[in-house]
């Protein structure tokens, strides 16, 4: 796997502007912060986001892929404000529970969702090198 850095051009912080990487595609649906039992623990945004970390790891750990196959995420959220306010405690929940890797990564705000007390919605792409 290798991030794609144009020469020039500013580091992204907590994204990677492009990956390149070879072997076995997995893609998650979009992946909601609620528990094992289809209930929403936390009611805010940061902590759904911790939540679809959490449940998109176990997701990927089914076909045997890590935090560190992962190459692409797309976040959808209902509130962009509540999202850069809590980027402090999304960034602390990402470093515990995928540490320093940054995948291609793309956030964008919604009217809303399926699931109607879901504050965020994550597609996660990976891949496992063969």
């Given amino acids: 796997m290798k991030a794609l850095l144009p020469p020039g051009w500013p580091r992204p912080k907590g994204y990677a502007n492009g990956i390149?990487?070879?072997g076995r595609l997995i893609v998650t649906a979009g992946?909601?912060?609620w528990d094992e039992r289809e209930r929403f623990v936390a009611?805010?945004?940061a902590g759904q986001f911790r939540q679809v970390i959490v449940n998109t790891l176990a997701?990927?750990?089914e076909d045997g892929a890590g935090p560190e196959h992962?190459?692409?995420m797309t976040c959808y959220v209902t509130d962009l404000?509540?999202?850069r306010a809590g980027l402090a405690e999304i960034g602390a929940a990402w470093r515990e529970l995928i540490g320093r890797h940054f995948p291609a990564m793309?956030?964008?705000g919604v009217a809303g969702l399926v699931e109607p007390a879901a504050l965020v919605e994550v597609e996660t792409m990976?891949?496992?090198p063969e």
């Fill in 20 to 22: 390149s990487a070879r």
């Fill in 31 to 33: 992946v909601v912060g």
């Fill in 43 to 45: 009611t805010d945004l």
């Fill in 59 to 61: 997701i990927l750990g």
């Fill in 70 to 72: 992962i190459v692409r």
């Fill in 81 to 83: 404000d509540a999202y």
């Fill in 106 to 108: 793309a956030v964008v």
């Fill in 126 to 128: 990976a891949v496992v």
